[in-house]
């Protein structure tokens, strides 16, 4: 069992930046797919970006040259760095992790996840 804790969100103004982090615990991180899928209030939850085990990345066209996803195995914990943020970046972002070795990965599907984190707040006010 994976237990998944995000921090770093907040209130930043149009342009500005975030950094978000996503602590792990009760697994072998570096085996695992993960994610960030974020949801804003009254929408679907929507896929934000994903690295898998491998560091290869997958990004939404909406977060594509702005965020970055990266992970660090030695302290179990994935980040994003967020830049630019605009007003419609406004959600609780989640992250997630894939942890079926024998499961095809493509990131961007919520079913390919096993365990999801209670998310963090960004606000990007205009």
């Known amino acids: 069992q994976v237990q998944l804790v995000e921090s770093g969100g907040g209130l930043v103004q149009t342009g500005g930046s975030l950094r978000l982090s996503c602590a792990a615990s009760?697994?072998?991180?570096?085996?695992?797919?993960m994610g960030w899928f974020r949801q804003a209030p009254g929408k679907e939850r929507e896929f934000v970006a994903a690295?898998?085990?491998?560091?290869?990345?997958y990004y939404a066209d909406s977060t594509k040259g702005r965020f970055t996803i990266s992970r660090d195995n030695a302290k179990n914990t994935l980040s994003l760095q967020m830049n630019s943020l605009k007003p419609e970046d406004t959600a609780v972002y989640h992250c997630?992790?894939?942890?079926?070795?024998?499961?095809?990965?493509?990131?961007?599907?919520?079913?390919?996840?096993?365990?999801w984190g209670q998310g963090t707040q960004v606000t990007v006010s205009s």
């Open positions: 009760g697994g072998t991180f570096s085996g695992y797919d």
């Open positions: 997630a992790a894939a942890g079926n070795p024998f499961r095809s990965f493509t990131g961007r599907g919520e079913y390919e996840y096993d365990y």
């Open positions: 690295i898998s085990r491998n560091r290869v990345t």
